[in-house]
């Protein structure tokens, strides 16, 4: 649990000092992530292919984007709570925190529903507060961790899933923003 609380730490620190956040624990590590959503759109240039897909097997854009959704929805209205159990199966998770998400299918609808679900999610997560992601838990596996140890599980499935999208992009010749933003930063160096 230290490790991950101190992880999480350096993560937020790390945002803070990258994007001028004052905020300490839970909530700036979860600015951290509203910041990676603003920064470069990169997002905003995948959404003319939204059924993009690499491989026949393969989710489309649209489909990882939901799936970001879902499970951000899902793993933190779950920890949120006092009595979490995660054994109730990703179906009845998905019907009480995310049933709607597939309804966005449009580039403008998916747009608005990662801002809104960020900021419900962000909103959630701070006023649960940093003592109670002390609080022990059951994971899908049924082994135990705390909820601050699944938040960490949260943030790394997002960034595993975002990192998913760069691919795609690459795939479509989209050069990605932070490779934009380190060549631009790279040549105002020189």
Avoid at 67 to 94: W, Y
């Amino acid at each position: 649990p230290l490790r991950s609380a101190f992880t999480i730490a350096r993560i937020s620190s790390s945002w803070r000092r990258s994007f001028g956040k004052s905020n300490s624990g839970l909530s700036g590590c979860i600015d951290a992530l509203s910041a990676a959503s603003r920064s470069g759109g990169r997002r905003d240039r995948i959404y003319h292919r939204l059924g993009f897909k690499p491989a026949p097997e393969s989710r489309s854009v649209i489909e990882v984007l939901h799936h970001i959704i879902e499970i951000q929805r899902v793993l933190a209205g779950e920890m949120c709570r006092d009595n979490t159990n995660f054994q109730r199966g990703f179906p009845a998770l998905i019907a009480e925190f995310a049933g709607h998400v597939k309804e966005a299918t449009t580039k403008e609808a998916v747009l608005e529903l990662l801002r809104s679900s960020l900021e419900e999610t962000k909103a959630m997560v701070v006023s649960f507060g940093d003592a109670n992601f002390e609080q022990g838990m059951t994971r899908f596996d049924g082994k135990q961790c705390t909820k601050i140890e699944m938040l960490n599980f949260t943030l790394a499935h997002e960034m595993y899933h975002r990192g998913q999208l760069t691919v795609y992009e690459r795939l479509l010749g989209i050069e990605p923003a932070l490779t934009q933003f380190f060549r631009k930063m790279m040549s105002a160096s020189s």
